[in-house]
């Protein structure tokens, strides 16, 4: 039995009547993954700070490093964290950048540091160019050599956000970091041998306590899949101070706050850098080399110019030349870097090389700290914004650091390289990287 911390009240309505409740099972003045103090209105599900002097006296504030991008979401993340109390910084993290895609980290940077003036917090800009490049933009690169397809946006979060940043604000006294990242955390811990919880158990942390990753509440923006890197350590001082908010809200709220990017248009594409054409950043790096289009019967049907330039499911980017009676678009289904040739097939679900029930994953990792329950039902997905599709997990055959994940239906499209996330409901338990099928 667990007991939860949190429940949350929707923003427009604290600040229609300018007050919340609080909900304990048991007790109250208590939230999610902090020490305890009464909520005030304008928050969400975040934890509080407690001093000896007294819940929220000024000098127990818990200071919380804010990555901010520029972008709304993380400007708003740093509102609700100052007017909860806390003690803010802003900080801008400065990555890599090629010299062929247009240069907006200086503006980026300006919107974080307007917003930060506008609520009157501290603003720091941290350097993680080498990390960004050594394990985002080189990682990629060598993966899509390689034939895989990766998805650098978790490798972001798993060296840069969670990694480097993570580390500096800890080494700096942070007692939180704050993203804007569309997920929720739940505090949990196991019932005492009491019905209920004493309050001294609590405050020194005599139980074990566990943090849970949960989906977003707006499933269209849900970026839970990104983080299924993350550890307890990194939970536990970790706030999603938006994830109990819809998109729509979050702009309304921002306006509310006068924030200068409460209008301003969300980022897309690669991590940091934007939306850059994948293929065109990868010819920087990776010669071109023609080679065969199949189709389904090993046949030549055209040509393209690298096999590790494309992915699973693609249907751009190469060239048919013998035309078939039916005129309708061709989707990648396979590819081979060694003979350099890609299979293509008019319908993307085509059960071929590429669709499996039995998908093995490697570097994984389960937030919780502990395997999975292998007789139990779980739900997966392998792709970012897939279907969550029945499936159970099992032990991969000889090998201790890899899994079996089995699913009920096959999956049509299956990309190397991609991520493959595991929840149980709303809980993301952990994920890896698809290494076979």
């Known amino acids: 039995m667990t007991r939860i911390w949190n429940k949350f009240i929707p923003l427009d309505k604290k600040l229609s009547n300018g007050t919340s409740k609080q909900f304990h099972p048991v007790r109250n003045s208590r939230l999610s993954n902090g020490a305890g103090a009464p909520l005030k209105p304008h928050t969400s599900s975040l934890p509080q700070y407690h001093s000896k002097a007294g819940y929220g006296a000024q000098r127990g504030r818990r200071k919380v490093f804010v990555a901010m991008s520029g972008g709304v979401d993380s400007s708003l993340s740093a509102a609700l964290l100052k007017e909860q109390g806390y003690d803010v910084t802003g900080i801008f993290i400065k990555v890599w950048q090629p010299d062929f895609v247009e240069c907006v980290w200086k503006e980026e940077r300006l919107d974080a540091m307007r917003v930060c003036a506008r609520l009157g917090i501290k603003f720091l800009t941290l350097d993680l160019e080498k990390e960004y490049k050594k394990e985002v933009v080189d990682y990629m690169i060598s ?34 970091v704050a993203t804007g990242h569309y997920a929720r955390l739940r505090r949990e811990f196991p019932i005492s041998k009491s019905q209920f919880l004493n309050k001294s158990e609590i405050l020194n942390s005599k139980i074990q ?11 269209n923006k849900d970026q839970s899949y990104f983080l299924w890197n993350l550890t307890q350590e990194h ?18 709220i921002a306006r509310k706050f006068n924030l200068p990017v409460f209008d301003k248009k969300d980022s897309q594409g690669l991590c940091f850098i934007g ?28 040509w393209h110019e690298g096999a590790y330039f494309y992915t699973t499911g693609q249907r751009h980017g190469f060239i048919i030349t013998k035309k078939s009676s039916e005129d309708k678009p061709y989707y990648v289904i396979s590819k081979d870097t060694l003979s350099n040739a890609i299979t293509v097939s008019h319908s993307p679900a085509t059960q ?9 994953i490697s570097g994984t990792n389960w937030i919780a700290g502990e395997l999975p329950d292998f007789s139990k039902k779980y739900k997966a997905r392998i792709r970012y914004r897939g ?8 032990m991969a055959e000889g090998k201790n650091l890899k899994f079996s994940i089995v699913f009920d239906l096959p999956q049509a499209a299956v990309s190397r390289g991609q991520s493959l996330v595991i929840y149980d409901g709303e809980h993301c338990i952990g994920g890896g990287v698809i290494d076979n099928f």
């Open 143 to 176: 993966e899509y050599k390689a034939g895989r397809t990766p998805n650098p946006d978790v490798n972001c979060n798993k060296y840069v956000k969670f990694g480097a940043f993570f580390d500096f604000a800890m080494k700096s006294g942070a007692d939180y």
């Open 209 to 219: 306590t566990i943090y849970k990753l949960l989906e977003a509440s707006d499933k």
């Open 235 to 252: 939970l536990k001082r970790t706030l999603f101070p938006i994830g109990n908010m819809q998109k729509t809200e979050v702009r309304k």
């Open 275 to 302: 939306k850059v054409d994948m293929k065109d950043f990868l010819k920087h790096y990776l010669p071109t080399k023609k080679g065969n289009v199949l189709n389904e019967e090993g046949e030549i049907i055209g």
């Open 352 to 360: 071929g090389i590429s669709s499996s029930k039995k998908i093995t």
């Open 387 to 394: 279907h969550l599709q029945a499936c159970g997990i099992e």
